[in-house]
Each structure stands twice: as structure tokens, then as C-alpha cells.
């Protein structure tokens, strides 16, 4: 067992921003005499990962995502701390990291816009130093799975935001790096081509090992993908490990949604722990139950409900991660 | 895998480096080729450039048809008229069409200059290799254009074979100084993303010092020495002074011809040394 592929330790990033000076020749003045203040977006983050791991790096927009994924991959460097992304200091030795890592950035595009999809990719396996029959050969697969092939031609202004996309996963996959880096990459996407990306990303985890680092608002792609999450906020690390476990901590409630048959009362039930969900949207009819599943079996929830209520539907609700997330900043906004 | 698990890969070698950076050049040639239309009226405005000179020339020339220059050399209107021609033309194939010297400026205002970080090439030579894809993509646009050009203006052979090959040898530092000139220029906007007015005093300037609209040899003699400081000479009027044999005698061309590739040396350190401030300021100060 080697160490882990990916060390942070103690990372923090200052940014200093200049300040534009106000009123006339305000930019002249900016220009002349810069006045700065400082932000400090990373503010001692650690973590480590283990080759072949799919993590999940979530937080709210402005929580320093984005800048620890710029030091991760070279492009910016730390103010303090410690970065090693297998065995190199990312920005001290950018180009041989380079070849280590793919990245795609959700919010830009690494293909050239004015040239067809198929330009791009061939200009990314010369770029990394590929050899042209591998690369070839890698190309064909990753146009299969991937669907390119109706739009290889296509000048890549033209996609659609879902192709353009395929296209960039493509590009950053082809000189099949060791880590990828995602930062955001469904962003836009419609339901199909959410999946079509999320299939890849694993399947790319699954069989090559690919050791990935998933930036994103959208907490579908993490349940779909990542066992384990960093989240952070405020340039903090908040949380570090299992979804599953996450969830226990902060929402251990399951919910029992009721249907009552048409015109019957709620009489209650006199179960302990067991408890009217406040919080419910509940229709006419319906009524949702809290409790926790850790001291209160499911079974005598349900044998209690169904005791004293004629019922016709009724749905166990396993807590989302959108509102354990949700639950977790809303905590740390009001403490 | 591109190397084994665990061992880090070295840099890229000399020899993928270039088959990199001749895949950056070809692939902006042809993204060049995207606005063939643009092309059509980048010629006709440098046919009407030569047009208008070449007009001018022939009214101020005096009637006897040489005018006394630098060193008390004689210039016939003829030499004079294939200057402005030439001088022209290779002035409109170094210099890019846009506002700014490069896609630089473009790329730091997108961002897209994160993509070129992450690169296992450097951000300078992939730009020189982009740049330079961008002038390969005029190249044939210029050489179509000659024969027009000629016409507006005028044309006169190389004044020996030795001038033919001083010429072609020039070329080489003259590509390279407006590459390298176009770059470090447009890396002003890692500071400021206003820079076109920037760019604006540097098209005017470059133009002008470069000998694209009078020779150094008409110049009043300060200003001639002060273009003969700067490095834009090097790209327009030393290779065409070469040509018509204005600059002649081993000793006077081969100066000429270290002077370009002394610049060639400066700008790439310069370049290098620019390239490592703006470096400084993006990945500390993620500008």
C-alpha cells in the first residue's frame, strides 16, 4: 500500500484584490497608486486521498472550491500549507504535474471554438506527448462511450452545452490522466446528459482507477458518485467522510409518509419517539411522522399507524443529502 | 498509463515539445481560416494602403527621380516605390489583424488562460506557436496579394543574389522579433484588462518604427538613430533594406543581420522575464 495520491495539509490562499478608486480618473488613479485588501479564501484546509478514490469537494458558492482545485492542479500557489498531488508540488513543477492530471472546468471550455470537436482532441494527444496510435485508439473508445461521433465535425461554438461538455470530458480524459479534476461539470445539463456524464465519470473510476476530485452544487451527482465528501465552508473543511455517515449525523430522522382513506380522522399514535413532522408539506389526507430509526423500529411505527387508521397509501423517505447539506449550513449560518 | 503507477513523468522531450507546439500553430492557422471573408478586406485595405503611398511618393519625389539619403546615398523613386510595396506587405503579414497583439488579452479576460496553465507545455512558447499559426494563416493571403500590390505601387528584383540570401536569412529573426514583439505586448493585460489603448500607441508606434510607412533612410537623422535603437526595424525595414540593397558590403549586413538576432536573444529574455511577473501575479495573487 503506497501513501495517499493526493496530500493537503494546513492549504491556505490569500487573494489581495486591488481596489478601484472612485470617482474621476478613477482607473488612472487605481493604475497609479493601488489600494488592496485581502481575503483569505483557503484557510488551512487538510485532507488526503487514496489512489483511485472518487470524492466529492462540495460547499456553497464562495466557500474556496474552486481555489483549492486552482492549487491543486498548478495554477495557483498556496499562500500556506502543503500540496503533493502524486509526488509533486503542483505549482512548483507545472508541467510535469500536467501530465499527471485532467481537468475540465465547467464554467470554460479547453476545446477551440472555432474548429470541429474532432481538431481538439487531436490537438490534446500532441500537446501530452501521446503516442499517435495509442492515442487514436483511446480516442475511438472515448467517441464511442461518450457519443461524440454525430458531432465530431461540428465546429464546437455550435454544440449544445451537453456535447460541448462530452467533448471537454473526452479531452481531459485522453492522455488518460492518473487524477481528474472536475470542477462543476453538469452544470446546465439536462437530465439525459447528467446521466450520460455521471456514467462516464464512474465507469472511469471503476476501470481505469482514475483517482477523481468532484467539485459541484448539484448533490444528485454526488449521491450517484462519491461515497465520501469534503465539504467545506468559509475556506474551512466542516465535514470528511462517508455520505452514508454524514447523513446520520445530521439528519438521523427517516419520515413515514400516511395516506388516510378518504374522509378518515387522524387520531395519532402512541409510539415513543415518534413524533408529528412540523416541517411537512402535508396534502389533505396526509400526514408525515418523524423519528429516528436508531431507537424506534420501523415495523411498530407502521403496526401503530395501521392499528387505529383505515390507510391507503404509505412511503418510508430516506433524508435526502440535499437537506442534510441544506441543515448544515443553515446551522453554521445561525451559530 | 502514460507512465508507471507511483513514478512521476518527466517533462515532455525536446522532440513532443515540438510536435506540441506545431499542433498549437496549425490548429489556430486553421481556426484563422474560419473568417476566410475577413481576409478579402484585410487585402483590399492593404492594397489601398500601398495605393496611397506609393501615390504620394510619386508627387513629392523631385523631378531628376533620386532623393538624397542617410549617408549620401541616392534613392531612385523606383527603389522607393518596391520599398513602400514590400514593406507594406510583409508589415500587414507580421502584424495581426485584431485590436490586440495576440489572444492573450482574450484569454485572461475569459480565463480560458487557467486551460493554457494546466498544460504540460509553457504558457510563452504555446503562445509564440499560437501567434505564429495565426501569421502562417496570412502567409498565402499575402502572397496572393503581391502581384496587386506591385501593381499600386512597384516592384524592383533583389539587388544581387547576395541580397537575395541576406533576405532570406533575415526573414527568420524578422518573423520571430514580431512574434516575440506581438507577446510580450499583449502580456499588459495581465495587469490591466483596459490595455487597449495600450495596444493602440503600440500598433502606431511599432508601425511607424518598423519602417512600414517611411524607410528609415527618410527619416530626420535622430529619429532614424532612435528607430535604429528600438527593436522594430528588425522586422520590416532590415529585411527589405537588405533586399534592394540599400544596406550592402559584408561588414554593413552581416551588423544588420546580428542586430536582428541580438533582439531575438533580448526578447526572448525579455519575454521570459515579463512572462515570470505576470506568472507571479496570477498563481499569488490569482489575479
Known sequence: MSGPIIEVEGLAKEYRRPVRVEGPLGGLRSLLSPRHVTKRAVDGVSFALAEGELVGYLGPNGAGKSTTIKMLTGILRPTAGLVRVAGLVPWRERERHARNIGVVFGQRTQLWWDLPLRDSLELIGRLYGVERARHRATTARFTELLGLGPFLDTPVRQLSLGQRMRGDLAAAMLPEPRILFLDEPTIGLDVVAKERIRDFIATRNRRDGTTIVLTTHDLDDVERLCRRIVLIDDGRVLYDGDVARLKER???????VVQLADGAGWHGVRVPGVARDDEADDAPGQVTLRFDPAGTRVADVITAVLARH??????LVEPGLEGVVHRIYAARGAA | MTSPRGLAPPRLTLRQRAVAHAGTAGLHARAQLAYRADFVFRVLWLLLQVYLLALVWRAVYPESGTAPAHGGQQVTLATQLAYVTYASVQNWLLTPAGLAPTPIPQRVREGSIAVDLSRPVAFTTQMLAAQGGIVLAAAPFAVLALP????????????????ASAYALS????????????VVVSMVSFWTLEAVG?????????????GALIPLWFMPSWLADLAQLLPFQTTTYTPIA????????????????????????????????????????????GG
Open chain 1, 250 to 256: 445530521y439528519a438521523p430522522h427517516r419520515r413515514l
Open chain 1, 310 to 315: 383505515e390507510v391507503t397509501d404509505l412511503s
Open chain 2, 148 to 163: 496587386f500590390a506591385v501593381v499600386a505601387g512597384g516592384a524592383r528584383a533583389p539587388a544581387s543574389a547576395g541580397a
Open chain 2, 171 to 182: 526573414l527568420v529573426p524578422a518573423v520571430l522579433n514580431a512574434l516575440l514583439l506581438a
Open chain 2, 198 to 210: 495600450v495596444f493602440m500607441i503600440h500598433r502606431v508606434v511599432a508601425h511607424f518604427f518598423a
Open chain 2, 242 to 285: 537588405l533586399y534592394l540593397g540599400h544596406i550592402h558590403g559584408t561588414g554593413p549586413v552581416l551588423t544588420a543581420l546580428a542586430v536582428q538576432c541580438g533582439w531575438t536573444a533580448a526578447l526572448w529574455l525579455i519575454m521570459r522575464l515579463v512572462w515570470a511577473r505576470a506568472l507571479h501575479r496570477v498563481v499569488v495573487q
